[in-house]
């Protein structure tokens, strides 16, 4: 299974994403962790030092085919090439960033990411995690089109809110069989209570809801991954859940 995170800056897509791909591992799945931001930090989040990543995903591994771009060698190759080993067994692979000033788009980089997605679902048994950007470019890319759920992170605030739903409407457009939102950052009910009746009021599913917890931000401020840092969290809890149900093909209960 393939499950893109997008959402508004900020809203804790990277989070969400890292701790989420370690669980899933954890359980006993082979999973890849795919860093589809052109500032890249899923790494810090996941607990992989800077100087021990892999080269990044290069456009020229894409060859342009009648259906799209897909990569040129097999998957299994790319993946020993471009990924590092990350804890609990994820492996962790990066889109190409920007190396110099002026140096044009990402388009080709976004194109890989796609290709890559797409040749990963022949994998069986894989689980693909691939954490975007905020800019909705994504969707007009097409970086996460061979994702079989698009997860949409909001906080409960309206402009985070809007953004969620102009990817959501973007997404429909696109062959994403699923797409849904998950409240984070919900510090009270009502936090929840009103993602849930924007979600309602315009036909969006919630998938789950995360709390606000400061041991996210004390985790951060050490830079290190929440998992190791206070693996009993809240968040931790919720999002094993969250993911547990979205591999199984379930609903979660999703009231903070
Ligand atoms: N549930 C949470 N409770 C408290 N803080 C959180 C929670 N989730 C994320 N954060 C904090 O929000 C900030 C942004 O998180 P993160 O980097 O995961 O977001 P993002 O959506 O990936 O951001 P970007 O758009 O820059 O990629 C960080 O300081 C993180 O610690
Ligand atoms: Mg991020």
Same mark, same amino acid.
């Given at each position: 299974?393939?499950? &893109?995170?997008?959402?508004?800056?900020? &809203?804790? *897509? =990277? =989070?969400?994403?890292?701790?989420?791909?370690?669980?899933?591992?954890?359980?006993?799945?082979?999973?890849? &962790? +795919?860093?589809?931001?052109?500032?890249?930090?899923?790494?810090?989040?996941?607990g992989?030092d800077?100087?021990?990543?892999?080269?990044f995903?290069?456009?020229?591994?894409?060859s342009?085919?009648?259906?799209?771009?897909?990569?040129?060698?097999?998957?299994?190759?790319?993946?020993?090439?471009?990924?590092?080993?990350?804890?609990?067994?994820?492996?962790?692979?990066?889109?190409?960033?920007p190396?110099h000033?002026?140096?044009?788009?990402?388009?080709?980089?976004?194109? =890989?990411?796609?290709?890559?997605?797409?040749?990963?679902?022949?994998? /069986?048994? =894989?689980?693909?995690?691939?954490?975007?950007?905020?800019?909705?470019?994504?969707?007009?890319?097409?970086?996460?089109?061979?994702?079989?759920?698009?997860?949409?992170?909001?906080?409960?605030?309206?402009?985070?809110?809007?953004?969620?739903?102009?990817?959501? /409407?973007?997404? &429909?457009e696109? /062959?994403?069989?699923?797409?849904?939102?998950?409240?984070? *950052?919900?510090?009270?009910?009502?936090?929840?209570?009103? +993602?849930e009746?924007?979600?309602?009021?315009?036909?969006?599913?919630?998938?789950?809801?995360?709390?606000?917890?400061?041991?996210?931000?004390?985790?951060?401020?050490?830079?290190?991954?929440?998992?190791?840092?206070?693996?009993?969290?809240?968040?931790?809890?919720?999002?094993?859940?969250?993911f547990?149900?979205?591999?199984?093909?379930?609903?979660?209960?999703? *009231?903070?």
């Amino acid at each position: 299974m393939r499950i &893109a995170v997008a959402g508004k800056g900020g &809203a804790g *897509k =990277t =989070t969400i994403c890292a701790t989420a791909a370690r669980l899933m591992a954890r359980s006993g799945r082979r999973v890849v &962790a +795919i860093d589809g931001d052109t500032n890249p930090n899923l790494h810090a989040a996941i607990g992989v030092d800077a100087a021990d990543v892999a080269p990044f995903l290069s456009p020229s591994l894409v060859s342009r085919r009648f259906d799209g771009p897909r990569l040129a060698a097999p998957v299994d190759e790319v993946l020993d090439q471009h990924s590092a080993p990350a804890p609990d067994g994820v492996r962790l692979v990066r889109m190409g960033m920007p190396q110099h000033a002026d140096e044009g788009c990402m388009c080709s980089a976004h194109a =890989t990411v796609s290709a890559f997605l797409a040749d990963l679902g022949a994998a /069986s048994g =894989t689980v693909a995690l691939l954490d975007l950007e905020a800019s909705p470019e994504h969707l007009s890319r097409g970086t996460a089109r061979h994702s079989d759920v698009l997860l949409l992170v909001a906080e409960p605030y309206y402009r985070s809110l809007e953004a969620v739903r102009l990817q959501a /409407s973007l997404a &429909a457009e696109t /062959s994403i069989s699923r797409v849904a939102v998950v409240a984070n *950052k919900c510090r009270q009910p009502s936090d929840f209570d009103a +993602i849930e009746e924007y979600c309602d009021r315009h036909g969006l599913e919630l998938a789950g809801s995360v709390p606000w917890s400061e041991a996210v931000l004390d985790a951060d401020a050490e830079s290190r991954p929440l998992l190791d840092h206070t693996p009993g969290d809240a968040v931790v809890a919720k999002l094993d859940e969250l993911f547990g149900a979205l591999l199984a093909g379930s609903q979660v209960e999703v *009231k903070a």
